[in-house]
């Protein structure tokens, strides 16, 4: 638009000069007709000698050059009207089919949109300014849309998926109970039980994972030191850590932090779980808590096949099973995790480790600046 307004002045202000200039030579030469031949040979030495601006100048020039306007001069000023009208409006339209065509496309792409087509893309060329930021806000929503789509397939067929498992088995575990075919003195019950622990962690999985996403999750914030849950976490995993043949090596740094100390657990919970997941047997995940750059961090690193670069963006969408590693992956742990940090104002940063096989998860969070954690407890 400033190209435009910019363009257009410049094209006025020149046909106002140049219209200028042709009225000033066109009335000189007018002028110049009606002289006799001794004024005009005197107008034309005034002129060759530099005196265009002299009394005498202008005396002879007023003199001939008549004070109304004569068909011709109505035709002079036209003529200047039409071809200004002209070249402008020439300029105004091919700008204006240049502005417009980007937002034609824009407002069809969204039409397609609207009407439920996936991956509309409005090309960016040709697009300047305001424009151009127009089509990219346009692709970025349609981008957003089409990975929400993929992330809804995604959680859909997992949740499916989860729920399908137990509810076979409980399905035909209580048709083999009704028909007598399983006596229920054999501990049955038991299992059965357990089905519904796993039918019941999903739920409460979900429902925490829709409360993060809509704001709504309680949070009981207070000055917290990441050390001392990640302590109790390692504590708690130890066991299945060293049935699954994986030592957990902790290096507990202070980090105080203000956040909800169960939510914290449940982040570094799924964290550590996916890394024994991973992890190969006779090796150590590591569990670091440090202060650095003005952050609390706890890193989790294990010795396991790391991921792909390509799946990192991946990684935290719920039911996304890693096609690289030999074990399925999780069904929401890493997501609850990245979920749960964001709402204590933090991150979950992945990386492949740098040292050697192996992945290293991260939590972020920032630093308590708090007076009670500034000498050693």
Same mark, same amino acid.
């Given at each position: 638009?400033?190209?435009?307004?910019?363009?257009?002045?410049?094209?006025?202000?020149?046909?106002?000069?140049?219209?200028?200039?042709?009225? *000033?030579?066109?009335?000189?030469?007018?002028?110049?007709?009606?002289?006799?031949?001794?004024?005009?040979?005197?107008? #034309?030495?005034?002129?060759?000698?530099?005196?265009?601006?002299?009394?005498?100048?202008?005396?002879?020039?007023?003199?001939?050059? /008549?004070?109304r306007?004569?068909?011709?001069?109505?035709?002079m000023?036209?003529?200047? /009207?039409?071809?200004?009208?002209?070249?402008?409006?020439?300029?105004? @339209?091919?700008?204006?089919?240049?502005?417009?065509? =980007? %937002?034609?496309?824009?407002?069809?792409?969204?039409?397609?949109?609207?009407?439920?087509?996936?991956?509309?893309?409005? =090309?960016? &060329?040709?697009?300047?300014? #305001? %424009?151009?930021?127009?089509?990219?806000? @346009?692709?970025?929503?349609?981008?957003?849309?089409?990975?929400?789509?993929?992330?809804?397939?995604?959680?859909?067929v997992?949740?499916a998926?989860?729920?399908?498992?137990?509810l076979?088995?409980?399905?035909?575990?209580?048709?083999?109970?009704?028909?007598?075919?399983?006596?229920?003195?054999?501990?049955?019950?038991?299992?059965?039980?357990?089905?519904?622990?796993?039918?019941?962690?999903?739920? #409460?999985?979900?429902?925490?994972l829709?409360?993060?996403?809509?704001? #709504?999750?309680?949070?009981?914030?207070?000055?917290?030191?990441?050390?001392?849950?990640?302590?109790?976490?390692?504590?708690?995993?130890?066991?299945?850590?060293?049935a699954?043949?994986?030592?957990?090596?902790?290096?507990?740094?202070?980090?105080?932090?203000? !956040?909800?100390?169960?939510?914290?657990?449940?982040?570094?919970? *799924?964290?550590?779980? *996916?890394?024994?997941?991973?992890? =190969?047997?006779?090796?150590?995940?590591?569990?670091?808590?440090? %202060?650095? /750059? !003005?952050?609390?961090?706890?890193?989790?690193?294990?010795s396991?096949?790391?991921?792909?670069? $390509?799946?990192?963006?991946?990684l @935290?969408?719920p039911?996304?099973?890693?096609?690289?590693?030999?074990?399925?992956?999780?069904?929401?742990?890493?997501?609850?995790?990245?979920?749960?940090?964001?709402?204590q104002?933090?991150? %979950?940063?992945?990386? *492949?480790? $740098?040292?050697? =096989?192996? &992945?290293?998860?991260?939590?972020?969070?920032?630093?308590?600046?708090?007076?009670?954690?500034?000498?050693?407890?």
């Amino acid at each position: 638009m400033w190209l435009l307004a910019g363009l257009m002045t410049a094209i006025t202000l020149g046909l106002g000069v140049t219209s200028y200039y042709a009225v *000033n030579y066109y009335e000189l030469d007018h002028a110049k007709a009606r002289m006799p031949p001794a004024a005009r040979a005197e107008l #034309e030495r005034l002129i060759a000698t530099g005196k265009r601006g002299s009394d005498r100048y202008f005396e002879l020039y007023d003199r001939y050059s /008549g004070d109304r306007l004569r068909a011709d001069d109505w035709a002079m000023l036209l003529v200047i /009207g039409l071809a200004s009208t002209a070249v402008g409006g020439g300029v105004a @339209f091919v700008f204006a089919r240049r502005l417009s065509r =980007p %937002i034609v496309e824009v407002a069809q792409a969204a039409s397609r949109v609207a009407a439920g087509e996936r991956g509309v893309h409005v =090309p960016p &060329a040709g697009a300047t300014g #305001e %424009i151009a930021e127009l089509v990219a806000s @346009f692709n970025r929503m349609a981008g957003d849309i089409q990975a929400y789509e993929r992330e809804r397939t995604v959680l859909t067929v997992g949740i499916a998926h989860e729920l399908r498992t137990p509810l076979t088995i409980l399905r035909g575990r209580l048709h083999a109970l009704s028909d007598g075919v399983i006596d229920p003195a054999t501990g049955e019950a038991d299992r059965l039980l357990r089905q519904v622990d796993a039918l019941a962690r999903v739920v #409460e999985d979900l429902r925490t994972l829709a409360h993060a996403d809509a704001g #709504e999750l309680r949070l009981d914030l207070r000055p917290t030191d990441l050390a001392e849950v990640a302590s109790g976490v390692a504590a708690d995993l130890r066991a299945p850590a060293e049935a699954a043949g994986v030592t957990l090596a902790p290096d507990l740094a202070q980090a105080p932090v203000h !956040g909800d100390s169960l939510r914290l657990a449940q982040i570094l919970t *799924n964290l550590l779980t *996916n890394a024994i997941k991973h992890a =190969p047997s006779g090796s150590s995940v590591q569990v670091e808590t440090r %202060i650095e /750059g !003005g952050e609390a961090i706890a890193r989790i690193l294990d010795s396991g096949p790391g991921f792909r670069e $390509e799946d990192r963006a991946r990684l @935290f969408m719920p039911f996304w099973r890693s096609r690289q590693a030999e074990r399925p992956g999780s069904g929401m742990g890493l997501t609850l995790a990245a979920k749960l940090a964001e709402a204590q104002g933090g991150r %979950i940063v992945a990386r *492949n480790r $740098e040292d050697g =096989p192996g &992945a290293c998860f991260a939590l972020v969070l920032p630093v308590l600046d708090d007076t009670r954690y500034s000498t050693t407890r």
